[in-house]
């Protein structure tokens, strides 16, 4: 009886996905999909880490500093919910919107190489998920 209270095995693997981005280059991005919400993996370049640290937190509506949002010693890499924080649609990537990182095209939300809001009706930065690098190619989320 106990164990059928137990997730059942569809549920446990949707729970995480692992993801090879070996193949990404630097300066491009790619959307997986994780628990069915779209997560974007972006290699960034050092130009991209450079204007996110610039960034006062001042400017910021939902302040958050680039190095809370990405894992030291892989600050090149950016992984993060797909997910638009005003009415849940998915932005456009590769380098989209005023601020070279997302733009939701549905309200104008405009989110910068951190994916941090920087204009439109957005309330909150585009959520990181848990995620661990499994080897220099490999990351799972979730």
């Not at 204007?51 to 910021?60: D, Q, R």
């Not at 010693?73 to 924080?85: A, D, F, H, R, S």
């Not at 005023?98 to 910068?112: I, L, R, V």
């Not at 204009?119 to 585009?126: R, S, T």
Request: aromatic residues 8%; glycine residues 8%.
């Amino acid at each position: 009886f106990v164990d059928s209270l137990n997730p059942s095995a569809d549920v446990l693997a949707m729970a995480s996905t692992e993801v090879d981005i070996s193949a990404i280059a630097e300066g491009q991005e790619i959307k997986v999909m994780w628990r069915g919400k779209p997560v974007f993996i972006r290699h960034r370049t050092s130009a991209d880490i450079d204007a996110a640290k610039a960034v006062p937190l001042s400017e910021l509506r939902d302040p958050a500093t680039d190095e809370s949002r990405v894992q030291k010693g892989k600050e090149q890499w950016l992984i993060m919910v797909g997910v638009c924080t005003h009415l849940g649609c998915v932005p456009l990537g590769n380098m989209a919107g005023e601020y070279k990182g997302w733009f939701c095209p549905c309200h104008g939300s405009h989110y910068d190489t951190a994916g941090r809001i920087r204009k439109g009706p957005a309330p909150k930065n585009l959520l990181v998920p848990e995620y661990v690098f499994t080897s220099d190619t490999n990351v799972r989320i979730g």
